[in-house]
């Protein structure tokens, strides 16, 4: 063998021998998921979480886990380096991804240390195709009901990337896939990322989990408790699985959210299930998504590793998603310089009781924030605000003229760590219209009104007719008029038809337009 494949060989075997005593590493992470919408929050009785539940008794829940963003993209670019999006060019959604494609991944940093990884569902970084070259071994980009790019299946064989059916459930799908790659790599170290785009809109809850979910509620949250089961769901798979395997003192799970839930302001229950609230909730925390109040970016953060982490706690400092990022690398034995995340198990361990952070920083579209123990500054333009969370984590009370030193303090914090950032850091940086409508509502007290449904035109009946009348006849029968219409909108059709029958002779003639 020549000299240079002797020494990779031997280097690839001292990296699998090394890795052979290091934990496996899932990462769960929601989409638009407010930070009480989990059983062990205790704040919402509507929901169906046992195996969540299950999970923070036998670990930590980080009350004050925070995303690093208010918004998909950004927050995910950050969770995968470990680095404040901003430092990367990926303030916003829609920003240009060229530098993010230089990074290096935590798939890719966790490679090097012998380990195999997996993506399941959402990744919202590029195209589907491409998630192989940021380092994942497998992966299967699955985030709606349609078919997907991947290049493993149930077995967990991996295969080319192809597009694969869609056969289920999206969440049911990606629970699967997870459970195929949990015991396909069971006797090696694994890094598995798994993304559920839930409770994100569109709302597409199937009647299996909605049926769980009965009685009188907006559809909307009936939708997200349906969503959030299924994940639920999938966790508790995944346990199983893990037990079954006795991998379960081997294993850390993180299940954190993306950014906070979209309320639009007044939770309209809008039918269809498209674009607007999601059916999650975060009150009693202040705002929603796109800001960078707690409503925006405090999430769900659940850790648990039994037999390291001690179980049954409640954890009340600010943490972050780039947290467990940083933490993962180094179990894995890996010292990675320059990313913003910090090792928290000294924390979550109880061997540390001073902060993971001496300041967490924030910036989005036109909004900044710093936050420094329990003291918050938040600025949008001229407006400023200063909040004390161990008091106030629903953002009633700005102290801003009632504590000036701090809030100064603060400010100059805010300043330095807004300078080190590249000069594309604040994508669409313009304070938006909407941006402004969601800050006078929830800080300033300028409550917004609801929006009124609108009001379709009506057309003309004479219209409407001369439309139908395909063959000029001066007659429109009821073939005419339901045309090649299908599905649920017929019954409705054939009611204004019969309304328009006037002599109910099946025919529509021109003597009965009114």
């Known amino acids: 063998m020549k000299p240079f494949l002797f020494a990779l060989f031997l280097t690839s075997v001292a990296n699998l021998l090394a890795a052979a005593d290091k934990p496996n590493i899932i990462l769960i992470y929601t989409d638009d998921h407010g930070w009480p919408d989990v059983g062990p929050a205790g704040i919402h009785k509507d929901l169906k979480t046992p195996h969540l539940d299950a999970l923070a008794a036998s670990g930590v829940r980080c009350t004050d886990g925070y995303s690093s963003a208010p918004q998909c993209v950004p927050s995910r670019a950050g969770l995968m380096t470990g680095k404040y999006q901003n430092r990367i060019n990926v303030p916003a959604n829609g920003s240009d991804l060229t530098t993010f494609n230089k990074e290096l991944t935590v798939a890719e940093h966790l490679k090097k240390a012998g380990y195999v990884t997996g993506q399941i569902g959402k990744w919202h970084l590029g195209p589907g195709n491409e998630i192989g070259s940021h380092g994942f071994d497998f ?70 989990h909605l049926a769980r979910f009965p009685g009188e509620m907006p559809e909307r949250r009936r939708q997200a408790l349906a969503m959030i089961a299924a994940m639920d769901d999938g966790v508790g798979a995944i346990t199983a699985e893990l037990a079954n395997f006795k991998l379960t003192q081997k294993t850390i799970i993180f299940y954190i959210g993306d950014n906070g839930a979209p309320l639009k302001i007044h939770k309209i229950d809008a039918p269809g299930g498209g674009p607007g609230w999601d059916g999650s909730l975060n009150e009693p925390l202040n705002g929603e998504k796109g800001m960078l109040t707690e409503g925006g970016i405090r999430v769900p953060f659940l850790v648990s590793w039994p037999g390291t982490i ?205």
């Open 139 to 208: 992966f299967y980009n699955k985030n709606a009901n349609r078919p997907c790019w991947g290049n493993f299946d149930l077995n967990g064989e991996k295969s080319k990337p192809k597009i694969k059916p869609h056969k289920e459930y999206h969440l049911d799908d990606c629970s699967a896939h997870a459970l195929s790659f949990i015991r396909a790599q069971k006797d090696k170290p694994f890094f598995l990322y798994l993304a559920y785009r839930a409770p994100h809109v569109p709302l597409d809850a199937p009647k299996k």
């Open 310 to 514: 001690p179980a049954g706690q409640v954890y009340k400092r600010p943490v972050i998603a780039l947290d467990a990022t940083v933490t993962a690398l180094e179990l894995a034995g890996l010292k990675v310089p320059d990313l913003d995340g910090r090792n928290i198990l000294p924390q979550l361990k109880g061997e540390s009781d001073s902060d993971a952070h001496s300041a967490l920083y924030w910036r989005w579209v036109g909004q900044a924030v710093v936050r420094q123990g329990d003291w918050k500054l938040l600025r949008l333009g001229s407006r400023a605000y200063l909040f004390d969370l161990a008091t106030d984590k629903e953002e009633k009370k700005n102290l801003i003229k009632e504590r000036p030193q701090i809030a100064a303090k603060l400010a100059a914090l805010l300043d330095t760590w807004e300078a080190s950032l590249p000069e594309s850091s604040d994508f669409g940086s313009g304070i938006t219209l909407q941006g402004n409508r969601y800050f006078d509502h929830y800080l300033d007290g300028k409550m917004q009104p609801r929006p009124q449904p609108k009001k379709a035109s009506a057309i003309p009946d004479d219209k409407i007719f001369q439309a139908r009348d395909k063959n000029k006849d001066g007659k429109v029968t009821l073939e005419e008029f339901i045309a090649s219409r299908t599905g649920r909108k017929v019954p409705e059709i054939l009611r204004h038809f019969k309304r328009r029958d006037l002599n109910k002779n099946g025919i529509w003639e021109k003597s009965e337009i009114r």
